[in-house]
């Protein structure tokens, strides 16, 4: 399936699923709209439903040439994995790779620093179901051992955890799976195949929210799931029968800012790097949740495993109130105020995880602002700021 095993990523976003016969020449896969495939006779029409449908005109719901070049090129971007499955948004890839492993009478261990709807899914959906979850502290390692029970089937990572920014120790949560014969699951929308090669690390199922650094440009909703060995025929049926398909306008955008993908990370890393350090030294800051600063939990597991950082992080006011918060954001100018990340456009939001946190507290009391550094100049960025914190200030001391 992959010819070019030996190319560096950078290179794989380009060349990655641009197969001939999908692409005639044309250098973007082009969008190939359909429901009705005609056959041309039923003899043609009775073959075509006894066989493999994988990279078959079949029926629109099988896809085409245009989300099987996505779905491809995700699948190279992860040496060793087996195949990617697309889905209508970041959610439904979630969803879809949990019920992919888990039968009801199961349960799931899923980090208390979950993405806030995969943590609805598990304890509304999945618990219908009959299938349990127990959360467990991002920075628990080989201590995730303690908490295996006979029935438990999978565990589900994610790293750096959502709005704190922990970062797990895979490695360690990975050997212990292993050894127990239990399914492992990553959400990898932060660092991406490109900081963190998931399945080459040993992971099972690696999720992205295509939404953001993929699509980049906040303008589509799309999800992956990409599998292990051994570990896609289970995905593969689980979302046939759940009915996920992706519509092909929506994966063409997904592939034309997967070509971009390589050189947008590493401006989003240069620029929230530089960021990050500036608020490190304001007085009005007490912490910056930073994979690559020292003072986020589990920094040494992101020097060790990660190839890079991206452009999302958060940090803590020293004092002020909700209301000193919400002025700091309100007089920004250049950072947006909504949901999602991994467009080109910088954002802020306030966040308060302890709402999100089960068997977790932060020992940091400061109200947080999530962070999304974009692609603009980082002077000017750094000048919207110091307006923020000006605000914030005279909201602070009333
Ligand atoms: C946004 C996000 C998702 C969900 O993606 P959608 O496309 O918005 O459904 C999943 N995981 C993480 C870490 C996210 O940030």
């Known amino acids: 399936m992959n010819d070019r095993d030996d190319t560096k990523p950078a290179t794989k976003v380009v060349t990655a699923g641009r197969r001939k016969e999908w692409t005639s020449g044309i250098v973007n896969p082009p969008v190939w709209r359909a429901s009705t495939i005609l056959y041309d006779d039923v003899a043609h029409l009775r073959a075509a439903a006894g066989r493999d449908t994988h990279h078959r005109l079949f029926y629109g719901r099988r896809g085409t040439p245009t989300q099987w070049s996505l779905a491809d090129a995700l699948t190279e971007l992860e040496p060793g994995a087996e195949g990617t499955f697309l889905y209508p948004s970041g959610v439904a890839a979630v969803a879809a790779a949990l019920l992919a492993v888990l039968s009801p009478g199961d349960e799931l261990l899923l980090v208390d620093s979950a993405y806030d709807p995969t943590r609805g899914f598990a304890t509304g959906l999945l618990r219908r179901f009959g299938i349990t979850t127990s959360f467990y502290d991002p920075m628990i390692g080989?201590?995730?051992?303690?908490?295996?029970?006979?029935?438990?089937?999978?565990?589900?990572?994610?790293?750096?955890?959502?709005?704190?920014?922990?970062?797990?120790?895979?490695?360690a949560i990975v050997a212990v799976a292993k050894a127990h014969g239990i399914a492992t699951l990553l959400d990898n929308t932060w660092a991406t195949p490109l900081f963190f090669p998931a399945i080459a690390r040993g992971i099972d199922y690696t999720i992205l929210a295509c939404t953001k650094y993929v699509v980049g440009h906040s303008d589509a909703m799309l999800g992956s799931v990409t599998a292990g060995p051994g570990r896609f025929a289970a995905l593969r049926d689980t979302s046939f029968q759940l009915g996920q398909h992706v519509a092909p306008d929506d994966a063409f955008l997904g592939s034309r800012g997967l070509r971009t993908m390589a050189v947008r990370l590493r401006q989003h890393q240069e620029s929230a790097l530089a960021i990050a350090g500036w608020l490190d030294t304001r007085p009005?800051?007490?912490?910056?949740?930073?994979?690559?600063?020292?003072?986020?939990?589990?920094?040494e597991n992101f020097v060790r495993d990660f190839a890079g950082s991206s452009g999302l992080f958060s940090f803590a006011f020293a004092g002020g109130d909700d209301a000193a918060r919400t002025a700091f954001i309100d007089t920004l100018d250049l950072f947006g105020i909504g949901y999602s990340w991994g467009g080109y456009e910088s954002l802020a939001i306030p966040i308060d995880p302890q709402r999100h946190r089960s068997v977790t507290t932060r020992a940091d009391t400061g109200l947080l602002v999530r962070i999304q550094v974009g692609l603009e100049d980082t002077s000017d960025l750094i000048a919207d700021l110091e307006r923020g914190f000006a605000a914030w200030g005279a909201a602070a001391t009333v």
Request: glycine residues 8%.
């Open 142 to 171: 080989t201590g995730i051992a303690d908490l295996i029970g006979p029935n438990t089937r999978a565990i589900f990572m994610e790293s750096p955890g959502s709005l704190t920014f922990e970062v797990q120790d895979i490695p």
């Open 284 to 299: 009005e800051v007490s912490a910056v949740y930073h994979p690559a600063l020292p003072n986020c939990p589990g920094h």
